[in-house]
């Protein structure tokens, strides 16, 4: 059951939340080998395993399981990156449940965790006595077992449902809260796979959160995914004037790369053979139809030619994977812009303008020679012209006449 945002562990299935917290080598191994259940084993547990439940006009949504020491762990991760979106009772109520769990699994407690629980009406005793989480310790006897020594044996603490665990319950039936408890899909994905939608891209946070875990584990997707991924994301970016990194532009691109990265990414290739050997003669025909074909052209048979000669296992290492040999941008000229008192103009309007049939006018003004060096370098010349000259240039570029 889902509430339509990731507030548990089990809300997050690819776990881009704990990537973006934590690199996978630095999980404890107990993390690491946590019980991972499918929602009908997690329909299966008592609801005095969970920290929370909240009920929404009768409908009760069970969050941060606690059923073994890593689930525990990711619970208390995941509650402390998303208990804001939770309602203030609710987020005292999990919180002093999630301290009770540590204790039983020998978890340090974060100092915020016990901030957060401050306050609470929650007493320790009332998160144990299931038989998946057992009574250790001095706790044995707060659950009132006492006087029935098989209880602890046969079935520890173990109590009617309707009795047990009622501090976990909150009814937010109502309450102005962020938290939006219906089934929700998003619109927009950055990769859908083998019918499976991952990364959504609906809303800002999504769009930031996917950019972060791209930028710091886009080797653990296929190059194709990348660029896949990428592309998406990078437009949805800019549909929101979210400014993303290089990394990410250039994966996400469906333009050539300048030709010098290309050009690179060829003659790296090349230095894994002699001067005569013919695969040398192969790469220099593919450089040879750079120019001439589309950019999915030549990074399909780039991919195709790495893959016949197992370069594919060098990806990442010793050469750039086709797609980021082949996609890419001009720095430069993506982020030249000039302004003044109010007048724009970007690298894309200055370039733009100097292949169109107003350019003549510029001729007319300014002379051949200055003509011809604001097309071949637009943005260097053009920073390098006189206040008034710039000004005469914006508007010539900006009027739609010919």
Known sequence: MQTGQVLDFYDDPTGMVLKTKLAYGQLPEFIKTAQHLDEAARERLPDDVFALIMVDQGQPFRKYACQDQGNTALSVIYFLENHHKLPEEAQ????????????WYDLEPPAQLHKLAAGSKVKR??????????KSGPEKQAAGDEGNPDQSTQNPGREEPSKLGSARYVDVTGLSSPVRLVDQKAERYG?????AARFPLDGYGEVKQASAWFDEYHQSLHPADRHEFATKLAARANELDIKVSDLI???????????????LAIHTRMQHWAEDAPERDMLKGLMGKYASVQPEVFCEALRQFDELHDL??????????PWYSTYGFDK???????SHAGERI??????????????????????DELADGLKKNPEKIFDSLPLDSKRIIMRLAADPQP
């Open 191 to 195: 990769l859908v796979k083998e019918g």
């Open 249 to 263: 532009k250039k994966y996400g691109s469906t333009d050539y790369a300048p030709s010098g990265e290309v050009n």
């Open 346 to 367: 970007t690298s894309e309007q200055l370039r733009n303008f100097a292949k169109s049939e107003r350019y003549c006018k510029i001729k007319h003004m300014f002379g």
């Open 92 to 103: 005292k109520v999990a919180a002093a449940n999630l301290l009770t769990a540590c204790g």
């Open 125 to 134: 005793s009332e998160l144990v006595g299931s038989e998946i989480m057992p």
């Open 312 to 321: 594919d296992r060098e990806w990442d290492e010793t050469i750039y994977d």
């Open 332 to 338: 430069t000229a993506e982020e030249w812009v000039f």
